[in-house]
């Protein structure tokens, strides 16, 4: 089995190995309507990703984490709406893009895996015609031409005897396997950039294991530009280079991962290192985060995270911390960022 090169699929090399920006989000905000009014679920999020890099974006549910992953696929639900910002792939703002032009670029550019593939495949297709629509429709490859690319990128991923299982429906597969399919059909078109919405969460420890080594696996072999989505740190920890802490729909923290994970520098990436245990060795005492994240139709004053925040005094009731950066690449939105460190 020869390996899949981008020529291989009638498409242009890559950059011959030179670091590339792929992707530059920069004060993106995306608001949805409610009946109370709205819901700021995403406030002024800035990020890059190079090739052949893993951001993480973490945080707890509703954070904004996964309606950040969702815009930049341009799969925003309907009642919401960009409102500030831009998102930039391959140095093209596509954040007025139309439908249409969406549909283009998705897939080709940019892919998205989904925590749970039976929802994401059609249950009465098999998995082998799934993949080959993807080479029929985008790129007019004849129908066993696709056939062949199907199972050459099925065995890429890990799928064994993939010829022969081209021919099996989703519900034969079993919960890994399904997931390396939906990896196949979101490298089918050779994007630069992969989104993963918690990608494992559904899968057991060692089909966890397994699928983040193929994620790291196929990112050094297609230079992909990378971002996990997780709530999971342990999952972070093995597959990332760079971290963003989210929290209530701000981005509070960025670093590397040994930076973030070794000294964290707010007081809500402290709290969530404190609350995994397998991070914090055996014996120690697993610590939640008190309360609850705020509502975003009604945010609190000041910064967003002081009614759960052991540090919170007055200045951070009445006044919002602006990012700012503690050293090159890393950065904090805290007033009292160098108390946490001490304390980390
Ligand atoms: Fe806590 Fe104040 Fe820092 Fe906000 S600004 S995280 S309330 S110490």
Known sequence: MTERSPQAYGQPPRDG???????????LAVEFDTRKGPLRAVRGVSFHVEACETLAIV?????????????LL??????????????????????GLSDAEWRELRGERIAMIFQDPLSALNPSLTVGYQIAEMFRRHRG????????????????????DAARRLDDHPHRFSGGMR???????????????????????????????????????RREADRLGMIIISHDLGVVARVADRVAVMYAGQIVETG????????????????????????????????????????LAEPPTGCSFHPRCPLARERCREEAPEP?????????????????????
């Open 17 to 27: 190995g030179l670091l590339t920006r792929l992707l530059e989000v920069d004060g």
């Open 59 to 71: 945080g707890e549910s509703g954070s904004g984490k996964s309606v950040t992953a969702q815009a």
């Open 74 to 95: 341009g799969l925003v639900p309907s009642r919401a709406r960009i409102t500030a910002g831009s998102i930039a792939i391959e140095g093209r703002d596509v954040t």
């Open 141 to 160: 490859t004849g129908r066993a031409q696709a056939r062949r690319y199907a199972a050459e990128l099925m065995a890429q991923v890990g799928i064994p």
């Open 179 to 217: 997931q390396r399919v939906m990896i196949a059909m979101a490298l089918a078109l050779d994007p630069v950039l992969l989104v993963a919405d918690e990608p494992t969460t559904a899968l057991d420890v060692t089909v966890q294991a397994q699928i983040l080594r193929l994620l790291r696996q």
């Open 256 to 295: 590397t991962v040994p930076e973030v994970y070794g000294r964290p520098a707010h007081p809500y990436t402290l709290g969530l290192m404190r609350a995994v245990p397998a991070l914090r060795g055996t014996g120690s005492t697993l610590t939640a985060i008190e309360g609850q994240p705020p509502d």
């Open 324 to 344: 700012r950066e503690l050293s090159h690449g890393r950065a904090v939105t805290c007033h009292f960022a160098e108390e946490v460190l001490d304390d980390a």
